[in-house]
T-cell receptor, first 114, second 112 residues
Framework: GENVEQHPSTLSVQEGDSAVIKCTYS??????FPWYKQELGKGPQLIID?????GEKKDQRIAVTLNKTAKHFSLHITETQPEDSAVYFC?????????????FGTGTQLKVEL | NAGVTQTPKFQVLKTGQSMTLQCAQD?????MSWYRQDPGMGLRLIHY???????DQGEVPNGYNVSRSTTEDFPLRLLSAAPSQTSVYFC???????????FGSGTRLTVV
């Protein structure tokens, strides 16, 4: 089955700096890669995603890049703000047409310091 | 449009007791899943469903049962609770195909 590794497990940045979280996946057939943000006491919330036919996607201060050859993808947050502090999860999904399974990384605790 | 609704939010069980975690979605999503979240282990898939009447096992299915009699509801049953099932449980739903899942707010379960 799919295995997703995520690094780093904790990340501390100064407000205004950039933050980068990296993930690798094992199943070359995975074709969809979402990123989730989880605030304390809440469920994960989808913040951005990328499909296997795209190399990069941006949404305001957030961007995701995908390298299919190397089987890794990254989340980039620019101009970080205190409200960006949360746990971030990457995930990989293989859509088989008859069902799909979303496999998560182990999470990155991001702390944005004033 | 409430999204994904999970009940209860908190529950304490004694070892050996049974209970059902409820999950309902009002987005007409075909796919629904149950995950458990434990410290340092991310979210692990317990069971999933691709439509009414169709369920399958995920990564950690032992000790849990599910059924999907309607599109909207996907309850998770613990037949005989064990301390190892102490966790936070999330239900999620999605449209068919490669789409993002919408998560509920979770049920924090403690088994003593």
């Amino acid at each position: 089955g799919e295995n997703v590794e995520q690094h780093p497990s904790t990340l501390s940045v100064q407000e205004g700096d950039s933050a980068v979280i990296k993930c690798t996946y094992s199943d070359s057939a995975s074709n969809y890669f979402p990123w989730y943000k989880q605030e304390l006491g809440k469920g994960p919330q989808l913040i951005i995603d990328i499909r296997s036919n795209v190399g990069e996607k941006k949404d305001q201060r957030i961007a995701v890049t995908l390298n299919k050859t190397a089987k890794h993808f990254s989340l980039h947050i620019t101009e970080t703000q205190p409200e960006d502090s949360a746990v971030y999860f990457c995930a990989a999904l293989r859509d088989t047409g008859g069902g799909n399974k979303l496999t998560f990384g182990t999470g990155t605790q991001l702390k944005v310091e004033l | 449009n409430a999204g994904v609704t999970q009940t209860p939010k908190f529950q304490v069980l004694k070892t050996g007791q049974s209970m059902t975690l409820q999950c309902a979605q009002d987005m007409n999503h075909e796919y629904m899943s149950w995950y458990r979240q434990d410290p340092g282990m991310g979210l692990r898939l317990i069971h999933y469903s691709v439509g009414a009447g169709i369920t399958d096992q995920g990564e950690v299915p032992n000790g849990y049962n599910v059924s999907r009699s309607t599109t909207e509801d996907f309850p998770l049953r613990l037949l005989s609770a064990a301390p190892s099932q102490t966790s936070v449980y999330f239900c999620a739903s999605s449209y068919r195909g490669a789409h993002g899942y919408t998560f509920g707010s979770g049920t924090r379960l403690t088994v003593v």
